[in-house]
């Protein structure tokens, strides 16, 4: 069996944005943007080369105010942040002198980097979006009120953020994913669910719009879906799903 060796990630400082990135070695397909879910460790290299194996320039940035970018986390909504870095991208920005040019994005994130993309698919270069285990409604989970505590006790500077900021959060005026979105908007996203997830609940999902229901994938057999967890059978799907 042919051994297959992952390429090492390089790294983009594009304006207020910094993170990982990797390019396919032939004309891309596009360009896949990682909206990581929280708390979780940036470290993506196994999944960004097998979207690369498959022809995609793929992109893994870090919110403003986590890891070692600068900034305060959720001053604003993170979904600025990933309009800002399409623009820069199309703009032709060269990150590590390796000029990019885009058709399009696809943002894939997961959990609170779902409700992230949801809330970012309003940018005109997205063409899909796929959401696995998003929050609908951050007002709806209550664990969120315990989790800013556990964030600043086990991933001490990891996320830097005000409790003024983290309130927006917890009560769902900061990052509204599908409220606003047009019509035309909302057909861009597939949303990804695990059966058993019991993160996500069923009074989220009947928040959602009845056109955006009928775009719901759901794998009866699987928890709440982070990066990590992406099996085979559902990273077969998203590429279905993005060609």
């Known amino acids: 069996m042919k051994q297959t060796i992952n390429r090492k990630l390089d790294k983009f400082h594009i304006g207020n944005s910094i993170g990982d990135f990797l390019l396919a070695e032939s004309k891309p397909k596009g360009i896949i943007i990682l909206c990581e879910g929280m708390p979780a460790l940036p ?20 919110y403003q105010g986590t890891w070692e970018n600068s900034g305060t986390f959720l001053k604003h909504s993170p979904a600025k942040e990933i309009r800002e870095l399409c623009k820069a991208i199309n703009d032709s920005i060269q990150p590590s002198s390796k000029r990019i040019r885009s058709t399009h994005f696809i943002l894939i994130g997961t959990s609170f980097g779902g409700s992230v993309a949801i809330d970012a698919a309003d940018h005109p270069s997205v063409r899909r979006v796929i959401a696995l285990s998003p929050v609908i ?13 556990h964030l600043k006790e086990f991933y001490p500077g990891a996320y ?30 597939q949303i990804i669910l695990g059966g058993k997830d019991t993160t996500i609940s069923p009074e989220q999902i009947k928040l959602l719009p009845i056109t955006v229901q009928k775009q719901i994938l759901t794998y009866p057999a699987v928890g709440h879906i982070s990066f990590s967890k992406i099996t085979e059978p559902i990273f077969n799907e998203i590429l279905k799903l993005i060609a």
């Open 160 to 189: 830097r953020f005000e409790q003024k900021d983290w309130n927006k959060l917890l009560n769902g005026k900061l990052i509204q994913p599908l409220l606003k979105l047009s019509s035309p908007t909302r057909k861009k996203i």
């Open 137 to 149: 409604d951050f007002a709806l989970m209550p664990d969120l009120k315990t989790l800013g505590t």
């Open 43 to 62: 470290e993506r290299a196994d999944l960004m080369n097998r979207f690369c194996r498959n022809g995609y320039h793929v992109f893994l940035p870090r």
